[in-house]
């Protein structure tokens, strides 16, 4: 079994900056990807952005240039700092592990961004 945990949410400013971590223990391959991913109410969940084993990185244009994904300290620590908030980045924030073992994903963090 592989655990996600997400952790660093919150309420910011328009403009504001959060970090959002996630932490993959448990069963895994020793090779997996993270994404980031997000979803709002009455929307379908929308891709952020991917940290590959290899360590590239992919964003959707909607953060491109805003969040960085990045590797910790080991590597079952992955980052999603967020700059420049908008509030239209209001949504629950999700990680996801994905490898040979199967995708899992993390319950979600609440990102409010007030207007």
């Known amino acids: 079994q592989v655990q996600v945990v997400e952790s660093g949410g919150g309420l910011v400013q328009s403009g504001g900056s959060l970090k959002l971590s996630c932490e993959v223990s448990?069963?895994?391959?020793?090779?997996?990807?993270i994404g980031w991913y997000r979803q709002a109410p009455g929307k379908e969940r929308e891709y952020l952005a991917r940290l590959c084993d290899n360590g590239l990185t992919q964003y959707e244009d909607a953060v491109k240039g805003r969040f960085t994904i990045f590797r910790g300290n080991t590597k079952n620590e992955v980052y999603l700092q967020m700059n420049n908030l908008k509030h239209e980045d209001t949504a629950v924030y999700y990680c996801k592990c994905i490898s040979g073992h199967g995708d899992s994903w993390g319950r979600g963090h609440q990102v409010t961004v007030s207007s």
């Open positions: 448990g069963r895994t391959l020793s090779a997996y990807d």
